[in-house]
């Protein structure tokens, strides 16, 4: 069985440029999350989705984070404009029992 | 603020030795726990899960979960060096297909 797949796997920018990530869950996973991991730090999670749907986008920065999940299935998270504390690797998880939440390799974001 | 608290470490442990993990949590009434194992530029991995008091065996690995005293921990036996990483501790407050709240990690450092 395929893991999560993630996409690129890293990206440098400049400050207030823009950015996306894509994410393919495990097959028939409906619920997706996407977490940021800052370096010393454990995952924060981002958002929630289960198939189309938001469940929790709480500690989601709305004013320049968004994301969506078209068609259940993959998922993009994008930051506009990126800020130099958005540094990090974000996760993608995902889970079909509810319970058990499996990540995919992450993509390392550098800002300058 | 729902938080899990774990001791950053660096955790020394000689190889052969029981290697002991700790995590308390600030939510009561939260539901599932779970031990992730996180190599240095890898995401973190499911190494175990725990939903009821008691101990819960897997290879080497046990868990143990005390609801009352609000307290997760993980025994590794028979330390390899391999073992080293870091073990993030993860709570599920809620229950069902909720985000999880980390830990910030232990770094564990097995001594050949």
């Known amino acids: 069985e395929a893991g999560v797949a993630q996409s690129p796997r890293y990206k440098i920018i400049e400050k207030r440029q823009s950015v996306a990530f894509w994410c393919n869950p495990i097959?028939?996973?409906?619920?997706l999350y996407w977490y940021q991991q800052i370096l010393g730090q454990g995952p924060k999670l981002l958002i929630q989705?289960?198939?189309?749907?938001?469940?929790?986008d709480s500690q989601l920065p709305k004013d320049r984070f968004s994301a969506e999940r078209l068609k259940g299935v993959d998922s993009t998270l994008k930051i506009q404009p990126a800020k130099l504390e958005d540094s990090a690797v974000y996760l993608c998880?995902?889970?079909?029992?509810?319970?058990?939440?499996?990540f995919g390799p992450g993509t390392r974001l550098t800002v300058l | 603020q729902k938080e899990v608290e774990q001791n950053s470490g660096p955790l020394s442990v000689p190889e052969g030795a029981i290697a002991s993990l700790n995590c308390t949590y600030s939510?009561?009434?939260?539901?599932?726990f779970f031990w992730y194992r996180q190599y240095s530029g890898k995401s973190p991995e499911l190494i175990m899960s725990?939903?009821?008091?008691g101990d819960k065996e897997d290879g080497r690995f046990t868990a143990q979960l005390n609801k009352a005293s609000q307290y997760v921990s993980l025994l590794i036996r028979d330390s390899q060096p391999s073992d080293s990483a870091t073990y993030l501790c993860?709570?599920?407050?809620?229950?069902?297909?909720?985000?999880?709240?980390f830990g910030k990690g232990t770094h564990l450092i097995i001594q050949p």
């Open positions: 998880a995902s889970s079909y029992l509810a319970e058990e939440q499996f």
């Open positions: 725990i939903y009821s008091n």
């Open positions: 989705f289960q198939n189309n749907g938001v469940v929790d």
């Open positions: 993860a709570v599920n407050p809620g229950g069902g297909a909720d985000g999880l709240t």
């Open positions: 939510d009561r009434g939260s539901q599932s």
């Open positions: 097959s028939g996973h409906a619920t």
